[in-house]
């Protein structure tokens, strides 16, 4: 059974900060992929990755993908009062032969709040 | 586009009851699916449909649970009867399966309230 661990949970940080989230998996995959979701509302697509070493940057957000670690990160730089959200990882079991996305597991989420 | 559109956005039902949430996928995505939110489990995916055909339904917790998805356009989850514990946001979303790796887009959920 694939299991994603977030660590941290819950981070509350200063705006200007830099801070990283990490995410690992349990079994293979080399399809990784980060959302973000603010309160009472659906799940934002922020970055796909798809191969070992893979990095992604949208503004102050930074992901990369290590699948021989089978851990990925999420890096923020210099951090906005609007990024505070909760931010999830999940990871493509990659069961289906057929190809395609096969279904995410979800870790936890860690939720983020950045102060003034 | 209009984005994966789920309906109702909100139920509140008494328990015993049917409900049936329903999803329109983007157009020309042929793979859809729904999971559920809850503080206490997080997100799990329930089921996933490729090009109309169910391929996993492992995650369906129960008997009560069922899904279809008739045609391209439109999936319904089926709860019959429901219990206090099935309430939860159920999204669905829906991606085009070319080789993998596409990104996965999420309805704004349906909030169920079994009381």
């Known amino acids: 059974e694939l299991k994603v661990e977030q660590n941290p949970l819950f981070l509350s940080m200063q705006e200007g900060k830099n801070y990283t989230i990490y995410c690992n998996y349990s079994?293979?995959?080399?399809?990784l992929y980060w959302y973000r979701q603010d309160p009472g509302k659906s799940l934002e697509s922020l970055f796909v990755l798809l191969s070992n070493g893979a990095v992604k940057q949208e503004g102050r957000l930074m992901a990369s993908l290590d699948t021989k670690a089978r851990l990925s990160t999420l890096h923020i730089t210099a951090a906005v009062h609007d990024l505070s959200a909760t931010y999830f990882c999940a990871v493509d079991r990659m069961l289906y032969s057929g190809g395609g996305a096969d279904g995410l597991t979800f870790g936890k989420g860690t939720h983020l709040i950045i102060q003034p | 586009d209009a984005g994966v559109i789920q309906s109702p956005r909100h139920e509140v039902t008494e328990m015993g009851q049917e409900v049936t949430l329903r999803c329109k996928p983007i157009?020309?995505?042929?793979?859809l699916f729904w999971y559920r939110q809850t503080m206490m489990r997080g997100l799990e995916l329930l089921i996933y449909f490729n090009n109309n055909v169910p391929i996993d339904d492992s995650g369906m917790p129960e008997d009560r649970f069922s899904a279809k998805m008739p045609n391209a356009s439109f999936s319904t989850l089926k709860i019959q009867p429901s219990e206090p514990r099935d309430s939860a946001v159920y999204f669905c979303a829906s991606s085009w399966r070319t080789g993998g790796g596409n990104t996965i887009y999420f309805g704004e959920g349906s909030w169920l309230t079994v009381v």
């Open positions: 157009s020309g995505h042929n793979s």
């Open positions: 079994t293979t995959s080399d399809r």
